[in-house]
C-alpha cells in the first residue's frame, strides 16, 4: 500500500473529488476499448457503473464514519455486483447461427463496477490494478485468443439447406476427407414464409484438410444455401 495515498483514504473533499475522478479515469479505460469494438456498453455505459458503484461505497462509508449509522457497510456494495448482473444480461444475445455474443461486454461490466466499489472504499491500488488488467484482457489478449482459434483442429459450422436430403451428401463429404463430426443440430427454419433447415456441425479436421475448399465442396452441393464458420 502507498503511504503517500493514505490521506485520501479518509473521507473528506478532497478524497470524495479524487475518488469520483478516479473512478471516471478507471471507467474510461475499460470502455474505451468496447467504444472501438462498437459494443452495446461503451464508453460512457462503463464509466456510469464505475462511478456509481464507487458513489455506492462511498455512501456506506458515509452514513457508517460520518452519520453514526448502526448499518452494514458492505451490504449497499453487495446489492451492485448482483444488480449488475440484470445490465449485463442485456448485452448478451443468441443470433441466428446460435452463437452466443456478448460475453466479454458483460463480464467488463461486471468487473468495473467491482473496480468502482473499490475506488469507493479507497483501494486505489486494487482498482489502478484491475483496470489495467481489464483492458489488456479485452485487447491484447484478444488476439492469442484468435491465435488459438486459428489453429485449433476443432471447428463449428453453420449450413443453411432447402431439404432434408441434403444433408446425406453433406455427411459424405465429411468421411470423404477424413473430417469427424463431433456434434451436429438439425432444426427447421422458417423465414419470409419460405420453408427450409439449417444444421450446426462441430467437426474435428485433419492438418491435410483445407477449410476453404470444404466449404467450397458443401456449397457445391445442390440444395446447400450457406456454408459459414464460426
Known sequence: MLKMLDPLRAITLYSVAFRMVLACICGGIIGIEREYKHRPAGFRTHILICLGASMTTLTSQYLSLIMNYTTDISRLGAQVISGIGFIGAGTIIVTKRQRVKGLTTASGLWTVAIVGLAVGAGFYEGAVYASVGIFLAESIFTKVGH???????????YMEYAERRCLKPVLQVYRANNVKVLDI???????????????????????GCSEQLLEKMLMDIEGVNLVEKL
Not at 491465435?147 to 459450422?157: H, R
Not at 438439425?186 to 419460405?194: I, L, R
Open 185 to 207: 443440430e438439425v432444426a427447421k427454419a422458417s423465414e419470409n414464409g419460405e420453408n427450409g433447415f439449417y444444421a450446426m456441425f462441430a467437426l474435428r479436421i485433419n492438418k
Open 147 to 157: 491465435y488459438v482459434q486459428k489453429y485449433s483442429p476443432e471447428i463449428n459450422v
